[in-house]
């Protein structure tokens, strides 16, 4: 057995060299990792690696972290604690720094990590939901990183009635205040969605209450209000439910502006319950700290349809044969907005942009079709995804995927209107190393020469009968049509977008326990 393992460790190489042939001269890895890793974009600053690597002690998993730059090489590394059982939560980015949260329900307790990809500098603070005697924590807290790269955490608690909590701390991770909202009636407040500016936090909260309790009329509702507090005390400056009787605005994505507004946006609906036939459009509106939110910007259905050549628009929507969403809310100088949609119908795209100014009035609309280098067929076509807008300070790119003969790339297309649109792509692939031999002690190294023979006569006769088969069935139904090829996404491999121009593509290979990852330029 002690001659078997050179010879195996002989042909290990060899599948490795041969594999690597061919690929990009940047392909990089990192060996000992245990289990499917992520990989994060840190935008201009490199990229981070982010596995569990073994089984920790006083109830805690440890994890690796390596820091990439932007040239893929080893800046920092880190062996985190996380608690075992903790649900990582989205990454959130600062400038200089970024952070990963991690929330164990169970003991309602919020692990928060921070760390600063040029320092090296990382932080830890564990936020305990503390129970008073008459309300406990529940669910996920909401979580997002103030202007001066702090935190605001909203946690909610329930009993009688819903509220919630909200804790801000510096980007030392100390706290700086920390305050219980509670409705004084029996109402029910539902944290949804919060953003902070410089000056405000937002908050869109479900709002569920009963009309004409303890009656035949009795009623339960449930709606939405935004409520505006004070970014420095937690003072409440206003709560502004929104529905009225002419429409129900429903927001779905906020964004905090340099001047300290925060811009909403979504869909609005007729005032009654919402249907898909009762949603009437997109709306804009803003929030700011010293005064009433701003009249909605309307984009109906109509408008819509009229702007974007589509006349059937809002028929398609309103009978469910089309789908329009919301994706993303970004801002290129600090004070004016960009809404990306998408409108489907019978087939992904295209996307919609929807520039409105400083001033919140809405000025161009267009669409971004999806640009490919070959035309992809049906099944294909279906694999595209909206994946995310990068640039957002200076030029913004909007990106997506696609499939090609197979072949999965992401596209990157600048996001200003221009009459001649075309896209970059980058290949999202790297080829999955062949599976190494597997040798036990019960496997023997050599058969006899008589047995070798008897198998090879009874491989060539199923052969032949093979092709006699397949002749007959050629004669009797004819010459049969090509097999249709299918695509089928590789769930061992991923990416992510880096800097406009390129992409990191990463493949696992868990018999390795190896990660092995390359950048792909744009092109």
Known sequence: MQKIVPVLRLIAGILLAGSYAGQAQDMREIRGVAQLPQVLPLDDQGYAVFYRSEAGEDGQDVYAMRLLDPALTVRHRYALNVPVGAAELPRLAGKTTFALPFHDQGAALLSLYTFNPQTGAQLRRDLAAAPDRRRMPTGTPLLTMTPTEGFCVVQPFRRDTAGYTVTVLDKDLKTQWSKMYFPKDLRQHVPLQVAVSKDLITLVLADSYVLNPNTKQQRSYTDMAVLGLDRNTGQVLYRTPVRDEKRVLMPTRLLALSDGRVAATGLYAMPQAPRPDSVLGVFLTY???????????LTPWAELGARLGEP????????????????????????????????????????????????????????????????????????????????????????????????????STLLAESPARTATRATTSIEALPELPVYTTETPMAR????????????????????????????????????????????????????????????????????????????
């Not at 998408?342 to 079709?369: C, D, I, K, M, R």
């Not at 397949?470 to 089928?488: C, H």
């Open 312 to 411: 059937a628009l809002a028929r398609r929507l309103y009978d469910s044969k089309a789908s329009f969403q919301v994706h993303e809310l970004l801002s290129t100088t600090g004070t004016d907005v960009k809404l990306v949609g998408e409108y489907t119908a019978a087939q992904p795209g295209p996307f919609v942009v929807f520039n409105y100014s400083a001033a919140g009035a809405l000025g161009s609309l267009y669409t971004v079709a999806r640009t490919f280098k070959s035309n992809s067929n049906a099944d294909e076509l279906r694999y595209s995804r909206y994946y995310h807008v990068i640039g957002k300070q200076g030029e913004p790119y909007l990106v997506y995927t696609g499939v090609e003969g197979g072949q999965p790339y992401t596209y």
């Open 287 to 297: 929030y700011r700290p010293d005064g009433p939110a701003s009249t909605p910007v």
């Open 448 to 523: 006899s020469a008589a047995v070798d023979r008897f198998s090879g006569k009874i491989m060539g006769m199923q052969q032949k009968l093979g092709t006699v088969v397949q002749a007959a069935d050629k004669v009797v139904n004819g010459t049969p049509p090509p097999t249709p090829v299918y695509y089928r996404p590789d769930q061992l491999a991923n990416f992510v977008v880096g800097p406009p121009g390129q992409v990191l593509v990463y493949r696992y290979e868990p018999g390795r326990k190896m990660l092995r990852y390359s950048l792909q330029p744009m092109k």
